[in-house]
């Protein structure tokens, strides 16, 4: 089981960047693979990136491609989610979440409690 929890969202202008953490307890965190998701409020959630168990392997959305970077320490039990070039359009809650991966958020079984993420034009 692990324990995850965000931080690091807040109101930004578009064009700026914005670093989200993931801190999580549990000594089995290198054994999952974590995912970055958002939603906005009427929408379904939606992958943002996956990032594999070692931290090598990442998948993007085509949506945020080019613009984040995801990464994980497993020394440290922390995922990263590096947001550049922020457009209106990603203001949404983001969750990090650790599960067996793929892009359906079915195949996560933890959840943080989501962080804020706002950009204003």
């Known amino acids: 089981q692990v324990q995850l929890v965000e931080s690091g969202g807040g109101l930004v202008q578009a064009g700026d960047s914005l670093r989200l953490s993931c801190a999580a307890s549990?000594?089995?965190?290198?054994?999952?693979?974590m995912g970055w998701f958002r939603q906005v409020p009427g929408k379904a959630r939606e992958f943002v990136t996956i990032i594999s168990r070692s931290g090598v392997g990442a998948l993007y959305a085509d949506s945020v491609k080019g613009r984040f970077t995801g990464s994980r320490d497993n020394a440290k039990n922390t995922l990263t989610l590096e947001m550049n070039s922020l457009k209106t359009e990603d203001t949404a809650v983001y969750y990090c979440?650790?599960?067996?991966?793929?892009?359906?958020?079915?195949?996560?079984?933890?959840w943080g409690q989501g962080t804020q993420v706002t950009v204003s034009s």
């Open positions: 549990g000594r089995t965190f290198s054994t999952y693979v």
């Open positions: 979440a650790a599960g067996s991966g793929g892009v359906d958020e079915k195949n996560y079984n933890y």
